[in-house]
């Protein structure tokens, strides 16, 4: 079994400051790992994905996100925030099955 | 540009109707999922297909029929026997299931009228 659990259904930042945002996981064997991005309305776009090469993954617009083997996590992060960034991220862990289980999201506010 | 397109992007249903959700890939990926999503509980496997002629139940398929005739084709039907169909459906691709980076439409929204 697989599961991910995304700590804070809502993360609020100001403009420049870090974001981060949390992520972890269950699974049996060693998991593949993603972070999707979704705009209102819109599908879902990968932004970065762990694959068991570095554990250190570099994404688009700037984000990044470490695996943890030991503390089961894949934080997602941004050192400075900009308006754009405003949407809701989710986590997913891909595991024995091969089949993606999602996290429930968390909406990404940015203030001015 | 490859990608993955649905259509259309918002339909209505009416009592007792079936009603067919499309997504086509140009990607040449092997493997076609469709997920339902509601607000605040993530995203929910329905169908997911790994090859042409072969489709695998997922977490909720009660309510909804698949086929896979064409690799790049993987169209979802919402039957009469699903009786909450208002959500956001999003269709996948990957290149295989064992890889499984998944890329996805823009998504079908449905409402029942």
């Known amino acids: 079994a697989q599961s991910v659990t995304q700590l804070g259904s809502h993360v609020s930042v100001s403009e420049g400051a870090l974001v981060l945002l949390r992520c972890n996981y269950s699974?049996?064997?060693?998991?593949?790992l993603f972070w999707y991005v979704q705009y209102p309305n819109q599908g879902l776009q990968l932004l970065l994905k762990?694959?068991?090469?570095?554990?250190l993954v570099k994404g688009i617009n700037g984000f990044e996100a470490e695996f943890k083997k030991s503390e089961t996590s894949f934080h997602l992060t941004k050192p400075s925030a900009h308006m754009s960034d405003a949407a809701e991220y989710f986590c997913?862990?891909?595991?024995?099955?091969?089949?993606?289980?999602f996290g429930s999201g968390t909406q990404l506010t940015v203030l001015p | 540009d490859g990608g993955i397109t649905q259509s259309p992007k918002y339909l209505f249903r009416k009592e007792g109707q079936n009603v067919t959700l499309s997504c086509e890939q140009n990607?040449?990926?092997?493997?076609m999922y469709w997920y339902r999503q509601d607000p605040g509980q993530g995203l929910r496997l329905i169908y997911y297909?790994?090859?042409?002629?072969?489709?695998q139940k997922g977490d909720i398929a009660e309510g909804y029929s698949v086929s896979r005739e064409k690799k790049e084709s993987f169209p979802l039907t919402v039957t009469s026997a699903q009786k909450n169909p208002t959500a956001f459906y999003l269709c996948?691709?990957?290149?295989?299931?064992?890889?499984?980076?998944?890329?996805f439409g823009a998504g079908t929204r449905l409402s029942v009228l």
């Open positions: 996948a691709s990957s290149i295989d299931h064992y890889k499984n980076i998944q890329y």
């Open positions: 997913a862990v891909s595991g024995s099955a091969r089949q993606l289980t």
């Open positions: 699974s049996s064997v060693p998991p593949y």
């Open positions: 297909s790994q090859i042409v002629n072969d489709f």
């Open positions: 762990y694959t068991s090469a570095a554990t």
């Open positions: 990607l040449n990926h092997d493997a």
